[in-house]
């Protein structure tokens, strides 16, 4: 059938207008952009893809020219006779079977390279962080630190991080696009007899300080659109001085029994070299302690005389529950719930009166309403939970 030529060419001139508006599209500002990385991980992954695409874009083109030429130079003409038919061109086979293994040995080679890259062991003095994926949240731990966090964590620039990926629950997937990635967290806690090679990492170093918004990337039950995360990249000298805000009240937790051995051992010496380091523990952290009267001293009686230490650990304080996220620096966290709403005063209050309005199907109870695996309500009155909100923002 003849090409009707007069109506095709109105909209053939439009195809360039949206194409255009699709590219500009592309220019904007997003955070969760694979095209900026701010990691040599990120930069291999996006070099690669920029290489492939520019050799696909070739391939392209030399189809497109060649299509176009046999469609002018060979369209159906009035009166013309059929064309003869040819079989078996050894030559034309030969070409579009090497052409192809060409390109895609071609592509293998740095493919294959960047892979490796990506997978390689980490430098002695790596900074070692465990991402734990649980349903429907993150939980950041720093084993060479003692520092643990949730959904949002920070990390020194310039120092090459190794990210350990594992999952308390089911498969979730380790996805901050501007770093890299992304990668699997197995559930390999729950299934100690997995070999070690099931254990996910990600190795980078981190160039540019900033805020990189990442999420879970695999479908991991009703609330896995809320499991987001955030990662605050900051210069050596203020990621240190982050962990000193995290950890400082913790060392009264790690120094109370080395002040009670010391209390035992009497008169010997042990009791002056271990009593500076009690003292200077027991001197409560700011953010752990807030103005005896306050509204947030008030929130912090009621969060450790209720059930929320059964789940929620706060550094300094006797909360030390690990089924949840831990609370320690919660003030300076972007969101609650895993990214379900800002964090303010107004929706942390929303979320412990009932979590399930914020965030359907995760595993907190309300003040009157049980969580979906069962445990029980809190119980807490509307005054109660302001002031739990007040001191929880407090914490930063
Ligand atoms: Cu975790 Cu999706």
Redesign the pocket.
């Known amino acids: 059938m003849p090409l009707r030529t007069e109506r095709v060419r109105p909209l053939a001139a439009l195809l360039p207008i949206v194409a255009v508006s699709l590219l500009a599209a592309c220019s904007g500002d997003y955070p969760q952009t694979t095209f900026r990385p701010v990691t040599e991980f990120g930069a291999v992954i996006n070099d690669l893809f920029a290489g492939v695409f520019r050799w696909t874009m070739l391939v392209l083109a030399v189809v497109w020219i060649v299509l176009l030429y046999v469609i002018f130079r060979f369209r159906s003409r009035p009166n013309q006779a059929p064309p003869p038919r040819t079989h078996g061109n050894a030559m034309a086979e030969i070409l579009w079977t090497l052409g192809p293994a060409v390109i895609v040995a071609l592509i293998a080679v740095p493919t294959i390279r960047t892979v490796f890259f990506t997978y390689r062991e980490p430098s002695p003095d790596a900074l070692v962080v465990d991402a734990i994926?649980h349903q429907?949240w993150w939980e950041f731990r720093y084993p060479d630190l003692g520092v643990v966090t949730a959904n949002q964590f920070v990390l020194p620039v310039g120092r090459e991080v190794h990210v350990r990926l594992s999952s308390a629950d089911v498969l979730?997937?380790f996805w901050i696009p501007r770093i890299g990635g992304k990668r699997y967290n197995y559930p390999v806690q729950v299934q100690p007899d997995l070999p070690p090679t099931k254990v996910n990492a990600l190795t980078f170093t981190i160039s540019e300080p900033g805020e990189y918004s990442g999420q879970?990337a695999?479908?991991?039950g009703i609330a896995?659109a809320i499991?987001r995360k955030r990662l605050l990249a900051v210069s050596p000298e203020e990621f240190d001085a982050w962990v000193e805000r995290m950890r400082g009240p913790a060392q009264e937790v790690a120094a109370a029994p080395a002040a009670e051995q010391a209390a035992q051992a009497g008169e010997t010496g042990e009791q002056e070299a271990a009593a500076p380091q009690a003292v200077a523990a027991a001197a409560p952290a700011s953010a752990a302690e807030p103005a005896p009267g306050s509204l947030e001293a008030q929130g912090r009686e009621i969060f450790l005389r209720s059930t929320c230490i059964a789940c929620h650990a706060i550094a300094g304080t006797p909360a030390r529950g690990t089924i949840g996220p831990a609370l320690t620096g919660f003030g300076s966290r972007w969101a609650v719930g895993a990214g379900a709403r800002p964090n303010t005063l107004e929706n942390v209050i929303a979320w412990i009166k009932n979590p399930q309005d914020l965030k359907p199907g995760v595993l907190m109870p309300g003040t009157q309403t049980a969580a979906p695996n069962g445990f029980p309500a809190t119980g807490l009155s509307d005054e109660d939970v302001r002031a739990v909100a007040a001191y929880l923002l407090s914490l930063k």
């Open positions: 994926a429907w979730h997937n879970c695999e479908f991991c896995h499991m």
